[in-house]
């Protein structure tokens, strides 16, 4: 019987600056484009101006933050009987996967985490709860993680259901 533990790993410390980047990203989208809306709409401008201003208000602070936060609470680790992740800011989630109930193990990086040279692993299962997420990890790390994972489940028969 697997029984549900805090996770040892952190994810890699590049993370934090990923997710910043990606949060204030966020952010800076809409503002910009309330920006030059207001530029461009005379009338509307103390309108756009106020709810670019909302939207830097609330935005910035929470786009700061939560990077920092993830970082304090996202955990995962592999043994020889599961996968184990923490992940989440309010709500908190914590997740195994028994080796003999993961079906696909997957990875994946985007433009801005190629940039940070992290990559994200995804694992399978039949729960309804949906794959765990393994994000934040170094690329080169994901790589392995992904090619243990799948000898681990190669020569695990399990029912994969």
Partial sequence: MVRLRPPRNRVERRA??????????TVAVPAVVLAVLALLIGPARPWLLLAMGIVLAVGVP???????????VHRWEVTEDAVYTRSGWLWQEWRIAPMSRIQTVDTARGPLEQLFRLSSVTVTTASAAGPLKIQGLDHEL???????????TRSNRGDAT
């Fill in 62 to 72: 929470y786009g700061i933050a939560v990077p920092f936060w993830r970082y304090r």
């Fill in 142 to 152: 994901a790589a392995e993680l992904v090619e243990r994972l799948t000898e681990t």
């Fill in 16 to 25: 934090v600056t990923y997710w910043l980047t990606n949060e204030l990203a």
